[in-house]
């Protein structure tokens, strides 16, 4: 008869596999959640810069003002940048959106529990009139769930209706907005 060796992991095998697995993962989780913090804001930026670029476009071509405002309830403007916003042609320039206006894009809340705002004398909208100018300046800044400032990134707006994305211009590793102001995350 003939003996059988056990096939298997000795406890000193194990031992080593669960330390070197554990060291993996202690490295690797923290960069891991810097990536998901960075595209997450990079999402809710790059939304909200097609969304601005999409409301001039359509202010110039229709010859009316168009509004962008936050929206918790995507039919009317309320609530804060980070429920969503709407976007319709104000015809009656009245900044609400009633039966003489056109809805014209609904935009959903930003990805990955990202935090928008707007830092603007009206934080509430933004216009752009039929010849692509807007009504104020303003930056619309994107912080991460952590509110990590280092991950945080946003859009400029000028009073000529372009618009840029925000940059780190002294160096310190915090983009600022159009002023020289460095972001905050609250």
């Known amino acids: 008869m003939k003996i059988r060796k056990n096939k298997g992991f000795t406890l000193i095998e194990l031992l080593i596999a669960v330390s070197i697995l554990s060291i993996i993962m202690m490295v690797g989780v923290p960069s891991f959640n810097g990536s998901i913090n960075k595209n997450s804001v990079a999402a ?14 359509e202010a110039v071509t229709r010859g009316v003002t168009v509004t962008v405002c936050s929206s918790n ?57 039929n010849n692509g100018y807007t009504n104020q300046t303003g930056t619309f800044i994107g912080c991460p769930s952590d509110k ?9 707006v000028s009073s000529s209706g372009m618009i840029r994305k925000s940059r780190d211009g002294d160096g310190d590793g915090t983009h600022e907005d159009s002023t020289g102001t460095d972001f905050t995350c609250p």
């Open 73 to 129: 309830d995507q039919a009317t403007c309320s609530g804060g940048w980070d429920d969503g916003w709407i976007m319709f042609s104000d015809v009656d320039a009245d900044n609400t959106l009633d039966t003489a206006d056109l809805m014209l894009s609904v935009f959903d809340a930003p990805v990955g529990d990202s935090d928008l705002r707007l830092s603007a004398t009206d934080t509430s909208m933004i216009q752009y009139f």
């Open 148 to 156: 990590d400032i280092a991950y945080s990134r946003g859009v400029i």
């Open 44 to 57: 809710t930026i790059n939304d909200i810069q097609t969304s601005l670029n999409q409301a001039r476009s």
